[in-house]
């Protein structure tokens, strides 16, 4: 099973700023689609923000404009940087190799995951 490490988490204030980041093992980020998804207690994972093979990014509609994905092949490293954060953010993220292609359907990024991290959590207070 391939191995991935979440990190970045933490409390940050309404409007605040973010970065998390995904180091897979065993695996080129330059050369998979690699995505973040996030859950809360009691609720439905949701995806996030996708990165395709090719650099192509896609994003759920409620954090469309506020996230950004991007990676850093030298460091093999996969980044969400967060920005304008809002208490409906606080959730556990997880980054995992998506399913399939990256895949946006009526502002939802519809896509599962086939291999996930432990997740880090991020809390944005009311």
């Known amino acids: 099973q391939l191995q991935l490490a979440e990190s970045g988490g933490g409390l940050v204030q309404p409007g605040g700023s973010l970065t998390l980041s995904c180091v897979p093992a065993?695996?080129?980020?330059?050369?998979?689609?690699i995505g973040w998804f996030r859950q809360a207690p009691g609720k439905e994972r949701e995806g996030v923000a996708c990165?395709?093979?090719?650099?192509?990014?896609y994003y759920a509609g409620v954090v469309k404009g506020r996230f950004t994905i991007s990676r850093d092949n030298d460091k093999n490293t996969v980044y969400l940087q967060m920005n304008s954060l809002k208490p409906e953010d606080t959730r556990v993220y997880y980054c995992?190799?998506?399913?399939?292609?990256?895949?946006?359907?009526?502002?939802?990024?519809?896509?599962?995951?086939?291999?996930w991290g432990q997740g880090t959590q991020v809390t944005v207070p009311s």
């Open positions: 995992a190799t998506p399913l399939g292609p990256c895949i946006v359907e009526n502002d939802n990024l519809v896509n599962d995951g086939a291999y």
């Open positions: 990165i395709s093979s090719i650099g192509n990014t």
């Open positions: 065993d695996l080129t980020v330059g050369a998979y689609a």
